[in-house]
């Protein structure tokens, strides 16, 4: 679904990427972590088309199409998506206003039926008993004076209406409590499929005893310094990211 | 800047073409002969006459205002034409079918409907092109009801008393500098009267349309509302794309009486100059409504979006007890546009109430300020303000100033003063197009979003437009 292969990227002229080789197959569930400033964001960033990055080198495939070659929301309409680390206020837009656009954008493209503001209302009431948000949430203003819990469970809420082939998000767990982390958590794993892959950018390990990988990728000064399965990320819990670090300075992983 | 937001906001200007008719204009220049000459032209009354030569003769003591926060080369008014008319083929229309055809194309090519049957859902509208009113329509529907809708030279005219009694009432001659100027050298505009107790049943409309290069625009607009009565007046504005500066300093004053009500907007669309800066309108415009009467209600609401400068400050006397004043406004910036627009709120009677909701959107290298006076005299018993001014940069090179001045002389009165700042980047459109919303439509969103509370005081068609004409103006701006 989506290969990346010796990806470099920059920003104002000071490289963040310095080769990335991944490959994330229909079905899997990957996990990126790493020490804060790793580059493990900027890759999910580079990934969606931020135009503060710059790609300088390498290549990526998503089902087969030259990712670079699509503008950001074409991306999103081929069924990209990114659960935000901060989600952008917007006010005087409605919540649901903004989640019917969305949809019915998406709709288009994949040549399905858009629909009008009474058949989303039915629609949306159903998708968010899933993420367990209060209705008031779909009348107010797209995340303004929304918790930062309450932003999370609006992201996924849009995954939820999306439903990406592949999505990334980006510190899930950041600003939510426990509770909530697994109420989130369930509700991504519920919107998992055979068909679907997700990529889980975290810095701390709790998300992914909700959402299990089965890989997982330590990344750090723009690198992937090692792969593993599921059991990498306990002992990451047990024993920090620091010996990683020196195993790679050691000459060892690459 | 990513491109995206560049392409989002440099559309071109729709309605830059001119039109190509023979005027009758006199030579560049002001003086007292000129005063006089504009008069003759239209065979004014001796004291009409007088009041130009007498706000001539104080303007000629008067500086031009430097506290706005804008820059400009300062007109040379030695080089303005002070009268430009389209030259008539008769002296007097029967018809508009007499009316010259270029001149009704480029009505039609504005989209202003001036023939009556092709209106849209019943809007009367009067027609000044340079100096001179072209045409109005729906009047004898208007006049069965008692109602006077005509160009303001007619008015001398045919309702010399009234004109007389209400001109410079509101905003006196000498009041500021561009007030006087057009006191001494305004040439037409548009005259309402509403009698007492009568709902004007159709929204009233002016479209002002500058055409000659060197011409200035200097319109005066009056509308009073007699007790009871309530009227709902438009004004749009267009102006060809020269590269050189056109001067346009309208006066427009409107008299609420006991229970009247009056509601003015304006979509002012001149033109801004190009990107870089060169020509544009220099808009000065006083604009003053007096809510004379007890429980009278005079409502601003503009969204304006031309001009390469604009100084405007439509305000609201409250002099009545219960009146009510209102002030709604979107200005929007871009490229090296400046603005500095707001409102004053003057309480002078009892329990006047003033509301104040101002948003400002600033792209490209554009200047936009806020400057608003809230002012509570000492009689102004149970006065109260909510002031509401927001502003949204776009991109990283734009900059917005709020300047609110409150003066309170009765201790019963309260005032509330909000203002926020936010900014459209490279992120936010970043999480639209993540939705798989492209920019355009995101900036679009987002704008009328921030725009909302203003917008949906508008009569629907302006609403529309309004809207339309914001994404227009952004074009390019966001990327």
């Not at chain 1, 009474?118 to 367990?132: C, G, M, N, Q, T």
């Not at chain 1, 090692?226 to 690459?254: M, Q």
């Not at chain 2, 004291?47 to 080369?73: C, D, N």
Request: hydrophobic share 40%; aromatic share 8%.
């Amino acid at each position: 679904m989506l290969s990346i292969k010796n990806l470099t990227a920059s920003i104002n002229g000071t490289p963040v990427l310095k080769g990335i080789d991944l490959e994330i197959k229909a079905g899997e569930i990957h996990a990126i972590m790493g020490p804060n400033g790793s580059g493990k964001s900027t890759l999910g960033k580079v990934l969606v088309g931020h135009p503060a990055y710059e790609v300088t080198g390498g290549e990526v495939l998503y089902e087969g199409r030259n990712l670079f070659e699509m503008a950001a929301d074409e991306r999103a309409r081929a069924g990209l998506f990114m659960g935000f680390q901060h989600p952008i206020e917007v006010p005087g837009v409605s919540n649901a206003a903004f989640l019917r656009l969305a949809y019915n954008k998406k709709a288009e493209a994949d040549g399905r039926d858009e629909l009008d503001p009474l058949e989303f209302d039915d629609f949306i009431h159903e998708k968010i008993k899933l993420v367990a948000m209060r209705e008031e949430f779909l009348d107010r203003s797209l995340n303004e004076g929304f918790s930062g819990g309450e932003k999370k469970r609006n992201e996924i809420l849009q995954m939820a209406v999306l439903e990406p082939k592949l999505a990334i998000l980006d510190e899930l767990d950041s600003g939510l409590d426990i509770d909530a982390l697994r109420v989130l958590g369930e509700a991504v794993n519920r919107l998992q499929r055979p068909d679907r892959a997700l990529l889980i950018i975290t810095h701390f390990p709790r998300i992914l005893e909700t959402i299990q990988p089965q890989f997982v990728h330590v990344l750090s000064g723009g690198r992937i310094l090692k792969s593993a399965g599921k059991e990498l990320a306990t002992e990451l819990e047990d024993r920090g990211y620091d010996w990683v670090l020196e195993e790679a300075a050691a000459g060892g992983a690459r | 800047m990513s491109t995206t937001l560049n392409v989002v906001t440099s559309q071109a200007y729709k309605y830059g073409f001119v039109t190509d008719i023979e005027a009758d204009s006199v030579a560049p220049g002001l003086s007292e002969d000129v005063i006089r000459f504009i008069s003759a032209k239209k065979g004014e009354p001796d004291w009409l006459l007088e009041f130009r030569l007498k706000a001539y003769r104080h303007w000629l003591t008067m500086a031009e205002p430097e506290w706005a926060k804008v820059e400009y080369p300062k007109p040379d008014f030695q080089k303005i034409v002070y009268y430009s008319a389209p030259k008539p083929k008769k002296p007097q229309y029967a018809s508009l079918d007499e009316v010259d055809p270029e001149l009704r194309r480029t009505f039609e090519k504005l989209g202003v409907p001036i023939h009556e049957q092709e209106a849209l859902a019943g809007v009367a509208v009067d027609v000044v092109f340079d100096s001179v009113s072209v045409t109005t329509t729906y009047r004898e529907k208007l006049a069965a009801v008692g109602i006077i809708f005509c160009s303001f030279s007619e008015a001398v005219k045919s309702h010399p008393d009234l004109v007389k009694k209400y001109l410079g009432s509101v905003v006196p001659s000498s009041d500021n500098f561009y007030a006087a100027l057009n006191s001494a050298v305004f040439t037409d505009g548009s005259f309402v009267f509403i009698p007492k107790g009568v709902a004007c049943p159709m929204d009233l409309s002016t479209y002002f349309r500058i055409n000659n290069k060197e011409s200035g625009q200097f319109e005066r607009t009056l509308i009073i509302a007699e007790e009871g009565a309530s009227v709902s007046y438009l004004e749009g504005c267009t102006a060809p794309q020269f590269d050189t500066n056109q001067l346009h300093a309208a006066v427009v004053e409107l008299v609420a009486l006991d229970d009247a009500s009056i509601k003015y907007s304006t979509v002012q669309n001149w033109y801004a100059g190009d990107k870089d800066g060169k020509g544009g309108i220099f808009n000065f415009v006083t604009k003053r409504g007096l809510c004379k009467g007890k429980r009278s209600h005079i409502s601003w609401t503009q969204v304006e979006t031309g001009s390469a400068i604009t100084w405007k400050y439509p305000s609201c006397v409250l002099l009545g007890d219960d009146s009510i004043g209102e002030f709604y406004s979107v200005a929007l910036t871009n490229h090296k546009q400046q603005a500095d627009t707001g409102t004053k709120m003057i309480h002078i009677g009892r329990n006047t109430k003033s509301t104040i909701v101002s948003k400002g959107i600033s792209a490209g290298d554009s200047s936009n300020s806020y400057r608003g006076l809230v002012k509570v005299q000492p009689k102004a018993e149970g006065a109260r303000n909510f002031s509401q001014c927001d502003s949204m940069l776009i991109g990283q090179s734009s900059s917005a100033s709020t300047f609110p001045y409150i003066e309170v002389q009765n201790r019963s009165a309260r005032v509330e003063h909000e203002a926020t700042t936010s900014k459209i980047g490279e992120e936010q459109l970043l999480y639209f197009q993540q939705r798989g919303i492209p920019a355009e439509e995101a900036i679009s969103m987002i704008i009328n979003g921030f725009c909302k509370d203003v917008f949906r005081e508008l009569p629907m068609e302006f609403a529309v437009e309004a809207t339309k004409l914001l994404s227009l103006k952004l074009e390019g701006s966001v990327g």
